[in-house]
């Protein structure tokens, strides 16, 4: 009866902590830490709601708690997304570890004189609490890293790898908290720490992570069986409890029978388990779903519980000892992110702030002090308050410090979230009636920037008058002819849309085809007979004599894909994202961790649309259609993009990285991308404009391109066609220029003064660079002396801007002639140099 009484006490104190914990967030301090507020307020030390004997038989709701908090730490390791930065996360693990653990087990073992319960005991007990205290300080917190990057939709790779070192250390910490525990146990029971010892601990370690293994199929064998999800999270649960309740049961009858004290780590077993569904089971996703489901009751229920736990008394008199090991901590993770990232060669701006990213702790750190409790129950809550003392320290300052170390290292995306969705959000509406306005004004509250243009010699529909539309930018045209069309702008938006006459509109797709190769040209029919005419150019055509049939159609046969195609369901949206995030070249879908009610529709590669499948690998640029709801179409594209800036920095650095220069050109080239942008032509434009171009039809080789190359430039160079070549492909030999699928850059030094020529070239059915990798479809070769080093880097990072656009590559394969090439090139948004015109 009590337990019930305790039970229906804390359930109500719980699902206060929730209101109050929901409350503090507003003001800006983590959820856990109303939690812990709550329980403090609620427990024997000031409310006395949850007595101190209510704690103790409650004890069952740590269990399974730690359980589930050891799971989720397991599937956070995700090995396939690290796998680009295994080299720096490596050295900042070693080194964050190293010297955490050594400074803060110095700080607790120098002040033992000064902790009361440690005061009295003898030298072996006092080195086996500050081991133990050492190894909770090395806890980090992937739950509030992660919220602080998404507050921040923060990407780049300072950010990628702070979370990859934050991961890894919360699982290197249970393993690190598993082995010390035994040392600990040991040194109180009085054992020989020997060498027999060392064999013990060892095998400890190996049984736990072999009974993580079975739990591991115990889980798979479950997730298997067609139940609800409901019944696979009490499982999971559960499961997390029995193994607590068996090393427990284990350690008791190996005492009994045999003497000795052999102590399983029951968390290092659940992330085990964790780590192994989430790498190497198809259940991954919806292991994590339900994980994520139940997260929310269990940390109410854990933290409000560790609150009215905590031990006030001791608090009150040890407070400057939590201070203490506060700052020895802090001392000791700036330490060791710098030597880990000066080891790991990373810039020194990077090495000074990295420190300030791993702070925070919270969950996993909080479970461990919970864990000793559990373990040495005679000084374990005192020890355990301590610890959450500084962890909750940690947990107000870390948030805070982590994102201004985001912010120093310009990661941050401070935009309104529609921004995010879309990189391509302008477009031209040609046409003067109602449906033209109504389009205007639906993409407009979408975010786009919309004009109408229309001939001054059109018709209006006298009911729907556009001019009257103050939203909306009306641009009257003098004729439907390339340059009126230019001198408007159209050939720098995304999507044109034309909504005159058949040819009318057949015009304007003409010349945004041939001439501008815009990414996105839709047409409304007025005559059937005219669809193979546009068909041809490559245009969305919309019939109106059949759109509403055909919609009518969708409705009757798949409603729901139709309320989702009209926007009818406000729950979902359909969107296109571009690849961006290098930590994601090469993964299979299969691999991919998306958010739960995400679903990956199509992808588009070099202009090819197919429907994916578990095994299709994503490749920088593709163009993914998704569905899903607005928060996780957030999330993906937080996963999906890289820091603009950045990835401009590392395309021009990794092109940069030959004979051009031996000297680090980072500053350099981000004080170009910074300039502020110029509308007037600068000296790249003036070379594009006068550049030699290759429209090359047949299928070719490095070799016979670089033929081609060496014959269309030598001249303009004054050098011979076959040491230019040559040049060429020795400069391919060392380090290929190929920069991303379907992009080269070739680029060479020579001798002389004040040369610089620029070669455009496309090719079609494409030029293998590389055998067994994507055919390259656009190359642009830089040749130029070593006076002008100055130029190629502006060159190269002219050039990156451009072909980072998504809609380039579908611009520059529609363009029809040598000079809509160059103008792809000319017209692109990029940042232009006043001090180069």
Request: proline content about 3%; charged content about 20%.
């Amino acid at each position: 009866m009590d337990i019930l009484i305790f039970g229906a006490c804390f359930a109500i104190v719980a699902a206060a902590s929730k209101q109050i914990g929901q409350q503090l967030v507003k003001t800006g301090l983590p959820l856990i830490s109303g939690f812990l507020f709550t329980g403090i307020v609620a427990g024997p030390h000031v409310l006395d709601i949850i007595s101190s004997q209510a704690c103790v038989n409650l004890r069952f709701v740590d269990e399974f708690s730690l359980g589930y908090i050891a799971f989720a730490a397991g599937g956070e390791l995700y090995l396939k997304e690290l796998k680009n930065r295994v080299k720096t996360i490596a050295w900042m693990t070693i080194c964050l570890v190293g010297t955490t653990f050594l400074l803060t087990s110095l700080t607790t073992f120098f002040l033992a004189d000064w902790i009361p319960f440690m005061a009295s005991m003898p030298m072996a007990a006092r080195i086996g609490v500050s081991v133990l205290a050492g190894a909770i300080m090395v806890a980090r917190s992937p739950s509030s890293a992660i919220a602080v990057v998404n507050e921040l939709r923060a990407r780049g790779a300072f950010t990628q790898t702070v979370l990859g070192v934050t991961i890894i250390m919360d699982v290197v910490v249970i393993v690190l908290f598993a082995a010390n525990t035994s040392v600990a146990d040991a040194l109180f029971s009085g054992v020989d720490l020997r060498f027999g010892f060392v064999l013990l601990l060892v095998a400890e370690i190996g049984a736990s992570i072999v009974m993580g293994y079975l739990v591991f199929q115990s889980l798979v064998a479950v997730m298997k069986l067609p139940v609800q999800k409901a019944v696979k999270a009490v499982f999971i649960l559960t499961t997390g409890y029995l193994v607590f309740w068996l090393t427990f049961a284990f350690r008791r009858f190996v005492h009994d029978a045999l003497g000795l004290d052999v102590l399983l780590e029951p968390l290092l077993t659940c992330m085990v388990a964790g780590f192994l569904v989430s790498n190497h089971s198809r259940f991954k996703n919806e292991f994590s779903k339900i994980l994520l489901d139940v997260g929310p009751p269990i940390y109410i229920a854990f933290f409000t519980l560790t609150g009215a736990s905590l031990s006030l008394d001791v608090l009150v008199s040890t407070w400057p000892i939590a201070v203490a090991l506060f700052f020895a901590r802090g001392i000791a993770i700036f330490a060791g992110s710098f030597m880990g990232g000066s080891f790991a060669k990373n810039p020194l701006k990077n090495n000074l702030v990295s420190g300030m990213a791993f702070i925070t702790q919270a969950g996993v750190g909080l479970g461990l002090a919970k864990a000793v409790v559990v373990e040495f129950p005679g000084w374990g809550d005192a020890f355990a308050t301590i610890m959450i003392s500084v962890i909750i320290l940690n947990q107000i300052i870390g948030p805070i410090a982590f994102k201004a170390a985001i912010k120093l290292m310009n990661e941050d995306r401070p935009k309104a979230m529609a921004e995010v969705f879309e990189d391509a959000r302008d477009a031209i509406i040609f046409g003067t009636d109602g449906q033209a306005v109504a389009l205007a004004m639906s993409l407009s509250a979408k975010g786009w920037q919309v004009k109408i243009m229309a001939p001054v010699t059109a018709v209006e529909d006298k009911n729907n008058t556009i001019d009257k539309n103050p939203d909306i930018q009306v641009v009257r045209l003098g004729g439907l002819t390339l340059a009126e069309l230019e001198r408007n702008n159209c050939h720098r938006v995304g999507a044109i849309v034309a909504m005159l006459t058949d040819e009318e509109n057949y015009t304007i797709c003409e010349i945004a085809y041939e001439h501008f190769g815009t990414q996105t040209i839709i047409a409304r029919l007025g005559d059937r007979n005219n669809f193979h005419r546009f068909q041809r150019l490559d245009v969305l055509i919309v019939d109106p004599s059949t759109a509403i049939v055909n919609l009518l159609d969708h409705f009757v046969r798949s409603p729901a894909a139709a309320s989702l195609f009209m926007g009818m369901d406000t729950d979902r949206k359909i969107m296109d994202v571009v690849l961006r995030n290098p930590d994601l070249f090469g993964l299979a879908l299969r691999d991919l961790r998306l958010p739960f009610d995400t679903v990956i529709m199509s992808v588009r590669r070099r202009g090819v649309l197919f429907i994916p499948h578990d095994y299709t690998r994503l490749e920088a640029g593709d163009l993914v259609t998704l569905v899903g709801s607005v928060t996780s179409l957030a999330e993906v594209v937080l996963r999906f993009d890289v820091n603009r800036k950045e990835a401009l920095v590392q395309m021009v650095e990794k092109a940069a990285a030959t004979e051009l220069t031996q000297n680090p050109v980072k500053a350099e080239v981000k004080e170009i991308i910074a300039r502020k942008p110029s509308a007037q032509k600068d000296r790249f434009d003036r070379v594009v404009e006068q550049s030699t171009v290759l429209d090359i039809k047949e299928p070719m080789d490095q070799e016979a391109f670089f033929q081609a190359v060496a014959r269309a430039m030598a001249p303009s160079l004054n050098v011979s066609a076959q040491s230019l070549k040559q040049m060429l492909i020795k400069r391919e030999e060392q380090v290929t220029t190929v920069l991303a699928p379907g992009l080269a850059v070739p680029h060479i030094i020579i001798e002389g003064r004040e040369k610089f020529s620029i070669l455009l070239a496309r090719s079609r059915r494409g030029i293998e660079f590389v055998k067994s990798q994507p055919l390259v479809h656009a190359a642009f070769v830089l040749v130029g002396s070593k006076d002008q080093r100055n130029f190629h880097l502006r060159a190269l990072s002219a050039i990156a801007q451009i072909v980072m656009d998504p809609r380039f590559e579908r611009k520059w394969m529609r363009a029809k002639t040598t000079s809509g090439l160059r103008k792809v090139i000319m017209y692109a948004n990029r940042k232009r140099g006043k001090e180069d015109a």
